[in-house]
Structures are given as structure tokens and as C-alpha cells.
């Protein structure tokens, strides 16, 4: 989870602004030294000292043997950020399951739950009620393993906003105060968590969260600026600029699912007609492959079955249309499948790379250009909502140093 790095302070606020600082800077090495602490931020050695003994007395670091530097001198004391303590709830409620997990400050992913459920059969409160049985339960093993949850954050489908999802089509939402309900329903089953007065939530649309993951734990190098596609039941997207959402006026850029690509074409549960989501989305790909599930639609893929190859194609043709145009709009370095998509790259990915080739007018797209990537396996929106709990810790420890201590 790699944040940029700050200058030294200099206003109000300058112990708590370096805590920060040299916290940020640990987390970004993995492993480090106060000596290249301090060459890094530009703090004197003694100041990263006095600094590091307070993360260490709170619970943020830990120090763990010595490393040599082949230099005169002596070595000096690893520093890491802390596998216990402080860490991240993050849930992603979809259409047809639910995913749980806890990340801890070195951003790694220490429990996971998911379980298929179809959500489309409940309605909001139901829905937020199962979450926070799986959260509850996790978090509860968190426990066990010395992990202290510092926030949790809701990934959610559809329009998301000052926690309430404005509309989910494919769940029949409008309007439902999900941070709320998911507060409560998490309070009752393990009270002083959840509730206005337990742990601190947030909440944003899964697309984003699933994107913040692909940034901060994929395999995107130095690459910053990238449309990011999810293929579920429907299709969510994401727009990263320079290592940040881009997120519109109102919050909800990124609706390419909704983009149409037909306005003849078949009925969407938004009201509108040929979104791209009914010809790239999990349930329109099933229901023109005639597969009950994405496992078969692969194995028929793989053995040429040839109406699972003419469904994998059109939804290709028509990802490549809607993001030939975001493309010729956003000028991104590179478009990442997430969801479904990685695993049905090898027949996608041709007939996407063909329309962005013929469509996209700066000629930086041809169709051998690898500027589309499948997501990585480690990153999806329940991780990415935890690590935007960590990182509201990185960039404020003393904020969670009771919690933590």
C-alpha cells in the first residue's frame, strides 16, 4: 500500500505530523532502519529515534534483528510495521455473496471469510445483517490473534455516498442507509463494535475499493493512472488518476456498467436499454452461454464448445466499445479486469484488444500493446476496503494510539 511520502512539517502539529511520517515511511519498506528512516525524510537522527520509540511504545512498530550495511559502523535494529495491534476490517457485499476479511499494518491479509449467498432474494437489512454475522465472527478471531480493529469499510454495488447506497439496481436498492444498518446489526452481535458510538465505518462503491486494492497491493509497478473494470453480476468501474479515485462531481464517476453500447438493445434494471452490463456482466455472459455458472462457462470455453466461445466474444467486442470511448476520454496507461474477467482473459481479451486497437484515436492501443491487464488475485474490494482503514492509521496514529495500546 504505497503512499507518497510528505516532506518534513513545519506548522502546528509537527510531532504528529512526523509520527506519520516515519510510520508511512516503515510501512512503505516493509523493513527498514532509523538510519534510512532518516535519509528519507529528512529528519535528524535523533528526532526518527525519539519518534520510532514512541510507534514502538504504542504498538504501531516492532523491531526485529539486526541488519549490516557493509559499512564501518554498527548495525542497525530492523524496524517493521507491527503484525498485531491495529488493523482493517473491510466487507464487500455483492448480489450473490459476501466477503470478509482483516488486514493488519503491514498490509497483509490475516483472515478471510466469503460466503455464497443470494442477496437478491432479502432485502437491505437482511442483507447488512448477514454481513455483520461474518464480520462479527471475524472479527472475533481477530481477537484471538491480537488484532485490534481500527474502522471497517463497506464495499457496496451501485451508487454509494455519505454511507447510504443512493440506487443498486441489481439488488433493488434506493436510498437504504447502509453504514447504519450494518453499525446496528454489527453492535448487537458484538456490543461497543458497531453503532455510532463503536467502530468507526466508512463505505464506498465496490468498484473503488476493489480498484484502491489493485493500486496499493497488485502488480501495477509504477503505474498510477488506470481504468479499472469489475465483472460480477453487473459491471462496476473505477477510474485511478495519479494514485487517486477519481470521483466526479458527486462521487459516482465510473459507471461504465451503465454505459450503452446498444440503445436498441435489451432492457437494463436501470431503466435504460443496452448497457454494457447486459452483454458483459456474470448473469448476461451465463445466460447467452447457457452456463450455470462461471466454472462451466470456462470448461466449455477450453473444450471450444462454440456457444460459450460467440458469448465470451460479443461480451468482448462490447467491453472493448464502452472502453475504446473511456479510453478516448480519460487517456489512462493501461485498463484492469477485475471480478470474473481474469479468469476469462484468454477469450476476452481478443476481441477487447481489437476494438481498442481500431477505436482508440492516439494509436497507443494496438492490440500487442499490454495495456490490458487482468487484476491481481491478491487485491478485490473487501481488501482494498480494509486498507482504506489502515491507511486513515497511517496517516494518523495517535488518532488510534488508545484503541491500539
Known amino acids: 500500500m504505497n503512499q507518497p511520502t510528505e516532506p518534513k512539517a513545519d506548522k502546528s502539529g509537527v ?23 532518516a535519509a528519507r525524510v529528512g529528519l535528524t537522527r535523533p528526532a526518527v529515534s525519539s519518534l520510532v520509540e514512541q510507534l514502538l511504545d504504542l504498538g504501531f512498530l516492532v523491531e526485529s534483528g539486526k541488519t549490516f550495511s557493509g559499512q564501518a559502523g554498527r548495525p542497525g535494529t530492523v524496524l517493521k510495521p507491527a503484525d498485531t495491534g491495529p488493523a482493517g476490517l473491510g466487507v464487500e457485499v455483492n448480489i450473490d455473496y459476501v466477503t470478509v476479511c482483516v488486514a493488519d499494518l503491514t498490509g497483509t491479509d490475516r483472515i478471510r471469510r466469503s ?22 465472527d471475524a472479527l472475533d478471531e481477530a481477537a484471538d490473534r491480537g488484532l485490534v480493529p481500527a474502522g471497517a469499510g463497506l464495499a457496496l454495488p451501485g451508487l454509494v455516498t455519505g454511507g447510504t447506497v443512493r440506487q443498486a439496481p441489481n439488488l433493488g436498492w434506493n436510498e437504504v442507509d447502509a453504514e447504519r444498518l450494518f453499525g446496528e446489526a454489527l453492535a448487537a452481535r458484538r456490543p461497543g463494535t458497531g453503532g455510532p458510538a463503536g467502530l468507526a465505518l466508512t463505505s464506498d462503491n465496490e468498484a473503488n475499493m476493489a480498484a484502491l486494492a489493485e493500486l496499493w497491493f497488485g502488480s501495477l509497478g509504477d503505474l498510477r493512472t488506470f481504468l479499472y473494470l469489475t465483472g460480477e453480476i453487473g459491471v462496476g468501474g473505477a477510474i485511478v488518476v495519479r494514485g487517486e479515485l477519481l470521483r466526479g462531481a458527486h462521487g459516482f464517476a465510473g459507471e461504465i456498467g451503465h454505459l450503452v453500447v446498444d440503445a436498441e438493445g435489451p432492457r437494463c434494471r436501470c431503466g435504460s436499454r443496452g448497457c454494457l452490463e447486459q452483454y458483459a456482466g456474470q448473469a448476461a455472459l451465463l445466460r447467452a452461454a447457457a452456463a450455470s455458472d462461471v466454472a462451466e462457462l470456462v470448461r466449455r470455453a477450453e473444450s471450444a464448445d462454440q456457444r460459450a466461445l460467440g458469448a465470451l466474444a460479443e461480451a468482448g ?51 500487442d500493446a499490454a495495456r490490458l491487464r487482468a487484476a491481481s488475485p491478491t487485491s478485490d474490494a473487501a481488501r482494498g476496503a480494509a486498507a482504506l482503514v489502515l491507511h486513515d492509521v497511517l496517516t494518523d496514529p495517535l488518532a488510534y494510539a488508545t484503541t491500539v495500546a
Open 317 to 367: 467486442r462490447m467491453l472493448g466499445r464502452a472502453l475504446s470511448g473511456a479510453v478516448n476520454l480519460l487517456d489512462p496507461e493501461a485498463v484492469v479486469l477485475g471480478g470474473i474477467y481474469p479468469l476469462l482473459m484468454p477469450w476476452l481479451a481478443p476481441a477487447v484488444a481489437e476494438e481498442l486497437s481500431e477505436r482508440v484515436v492516439s494509436g497507443l492501443w494496438p492490440q
Open 15 to 37: 510531532r504528529r505530523h512526523n509520527l506519520s511520517l516515519v510510520l508511512r515511511t516503515v510501512h512503505e519498506a516493509g523493513e527498514t532502519t532509523r538510519a534510512a528512516v
Open 115 to 136: 460466503e455464497r449467498l443470494d442477496n437478491r432474494a432479502a432485502g437491505a437489512a437482511e442483507v447488512l445483517d448477514r454481513a455483520a454475522r461474518i464480520a462479527a
